[in-house]
């Protein structure tokens, strides 16, 4: 199992998104929310239809961290926007 996909015990709990199973995903930035996206599409591909129990909880993962991703766009967007403010 790779290292990003491993439970940390020192994650920042404002940043991490919690799975389903209570799985912490550390997600700082889009890009390693990103890799955790890619990773669960991943697994969700090996796990096919013969394991619908993980697939749900994949597709539930993912759906929290979509919503996050969501979030991080629109920090962005505002940091953005103020940035634009200030130089005026």
Not at 3 to 30: E, K, M, N, Q, W
Not at 73 to 86: A, P, S, Y
Request: include cysteine; charged fraction near 25%; hydrophobic fraction near 40%.
């Amino acid at each position: 199992m790779s290292r990003l996909c491993t439970p940390s015990p020192s994650f920042d709990p404002l940043t991490a998104v919690i799975g389903v199973r209570g799985t912490p995903y550390p997600c700082p930035d889009i890009a390693t929310l990103e890799r955790h996206i890619a990773w669960l599409w991943h697994r969700l591909d090996h796990a096919g239809p013969h394991f619908p129990a993980l697939v749900e909880e994949f597709r539930a993962d993912i759906d929290l961290l979509l919503d996050r991703r969501e979030w991080l766009e629109f920090e962005l967007d505002v940091e953005h926007h103020i940035g634009f403010r200030d130089a005026a």
